[in-house]
Every structure is written in structure tokens, then in C-alpha cells.
């Protein structure tokens, strides 16, 4: 058997601004959207924002691990969009940034 990830979804109790981040943060357009509750970007995999009523509060047992060919500006310019730093780690030789989207995933 073989699987493939098609799509990654967050939840969201207010899913159109999330998705609009996003949208704009991976130079993906929005492909569908389900009368605001459902929304997906055309990413590789496609990401899709859910609405839920009630979102998993607290740490988040799946996360996203992007790539960047500049780490310091890919962090400030996402810091200016509206991400929250969570933590920056490493050492030379291998480090990485955990941001937090404008709705804490």
C-alpha cells in the first residue's frame, strides 16, 4: 500500500482571515471555499482551514515544518504579518524558528 498526504486542515473558529494569511504568506491563491466553512489553498499539499465552533486549545499535536532560503527574514516577515514567535533554536549548523499564526496554530 501506498499513501500520500493530500491535504493538511486547521481548525478555526473564523476561518476566512486564516486562510487569507496563509493564502498571502505562500503565494497560493484560494482554490475553494464552501460557503466560509471550508477553505483551501492551492498549495502542494493543499492546505485547508476548517471551521470548528470550539478549536483545540492548548499545544497542537501536529505542526507545519516550511522551508526558506533566507531563515532571519522569512522570521521578520512573517513577525510583520501577524506570526508570534514561539521559540528559535539550534546552532549553526542547523536551526529553526517555531512561529505561531495570527490565530496561535
Do not use: C, Y
Amino acid at each position: 500500500m501506498s499513501l500520500n498526504i493530500a491535504m493538511v486542515t486547521i481548525d478555526s473558529s473564523d476561518p476566512r482571515p486564516l486562510a487569507t494569511w496563509w493564502s498571502e504568506r505562500l503565494g497560493a491563491p484560494i482554490v475553494e471555499e464552501n460557503e466560509g466553512w471550508f477553505i483551501m489553498i492551492g498549495s502542494t499539499p493543499t492546505l485547508a482551514i476548517q471551521h470548528v465552533d470550539d478549536p483545540t486549545s492548548g499545544k497542537n499535536r501536529i505542526h507545519l515544518d516550511l522551508v526558506t532560503e533566507d531563515l532571519d527574514a522569512t522570521r521578520d516577515e512573517l513577525l510583520a504579518a501577524g506570526a508570534t514567535l514561539v521559540a528559535e533554536r539550534g546552532d549553526e549548523s542547523f536551526r529553526w524558528v517555531t512561529l505561531a499564526d495570527p490565530q496561535g496554530n
